[in-house]
């Protein structure tokens, strides 16, 4: 994670990278799992940029969880988005906290993908949303791969196909869709 160290004064400054299209568009996904004033849970947020867009969209609070101090110290000073120290596979909160969970390009940074699953059944209610953003390993992402692998990153990339038998193995069922040439979605909900 030492690459999320120096790079958090780049992502504090120019990593609000949603548009009010994108970010419309998660919160339609997640509006069936989230109530108004519900619980949202941004894993692996970092500097809180997609937090503070959801917050605003849902009308809930947003707790901003990750690993890097230095990415939660641009998280914007609001009421309605907190930031929270730990990694996926320790969760620091108890069973059943949050409505639904958000991971946007994260979950291949994630050391123990089976552990993290784990945990997100755990702290999300049975019935919630999970929605994940990621990148197909396959095609055009393999030199992305390679360039995370060689920065010391897991690079834990899945297919569609995989990453939606992944999570049906382990208490979370939903479907993948592809959102562009190289990304997809896995929206499902906590068994």
């Not at 641009?74 to 958000?102: C, H, N, Q």
């Not at 193995?169 to 993948?176: H, K, L, S, V």
């Given at each position: 994670?030492?690459?999320?160290?120096w790079m958090?004064?780049?992502?504090?400054?120019?990593?609000?990278?949603?548009?009010?299209?994108?970010?419309?568009?998660?919160?339609?996904?997640?509006?069936?799992?989230?109530?108004?004033?519900?619980?949202?849970?941004?894993?692996?947020?970092?500097?809180?940029?997609?937090?503070?867009?959801?917050?605003?969209?849902?009308?809930?609070?947003?707790?901003?969880?990750?690993?890097?101090?230095?990415?939660?110290?641009?998280?914007?000073?609001?009421?309605?988005?907190?930031?929270?120290l730990g990694?996926?596979?320790?969760?620091?909160?108890?069973?059943?906290?949050?409505?639904?969970?958000?991971?946007?390009?994260?979950?291949?940074?994630?050391?123990?993908?089976?552990?993290?699953?784990?945990?997100?059944?755990?702290?999300?209610?049975?019935?919630?949303?999970?929605?994940?953003?990621?990148?197909?390993?396959?095609?055009?992402?393999?030199?992305?791969?390679?360039?995370?692998?060689?920065?010391?990153?897991?690079?834990?990339?899945?297919?569609?196909?995989?990453?939606?038998?992944?999570?049906?193995?382990?208490?979370?069922?939903?479907e993948c869709?592809?959102?562009?040439?190289?990304?997809?979605?896995?929206?499902?909900?906590?068994?």
């Amino acid at each position: 994670m030492s690459f999320f160290r120096w790079m958090a004064p780049m992502f504090g400054r120019f990593g609000d990278r949603w548009s009010a299209e994108t970010t419309a568009r998660f919160a339609d996904w997640l509006r069936p799992y989230v109530p108004p004033d519900g619980k949202l849970l941004d894993l692996g947020g970092g500097t809180g940029a997609l937090a503070t867009h959801m917050a605003d969209e849902l009308h809930c609070s947003i707790t901003v969880l990750d690993i890097t101090p230095e990415m939660l110290a641009y998280l914007p000073e609001r009421p309605d988005v907190t930031g929270v120290l730990g990694s996926a596979e320790k969760m620091p909160f108890e069973s059943d906290t949050f409505d639904a969970i958000v991971v946007s390009d994260a979950f291949h940074h994630f050391r123990d993908h089976g552990v993290a699953v784990r945990e997100m059944q755990r702290v999300v209610r049975c019935g919630g949303g999970v929605l994940l953003l990621e990148h197909d390993r396959r095609g055009m992402m393999r030199l992305m791969v390679a360039v995370e692998k060689i920065l010391g990153e897991p690079g834990g990339f899945f297919s569609p196909a995989e990453m939606c038998a992944f999570m049906a193995d382990r208490g979370i069922d939903g479907e993948c869709e592809r959102t562009n040439a190289v990304s997809y979605r896995f929206l499902g909900s906590v068994r």
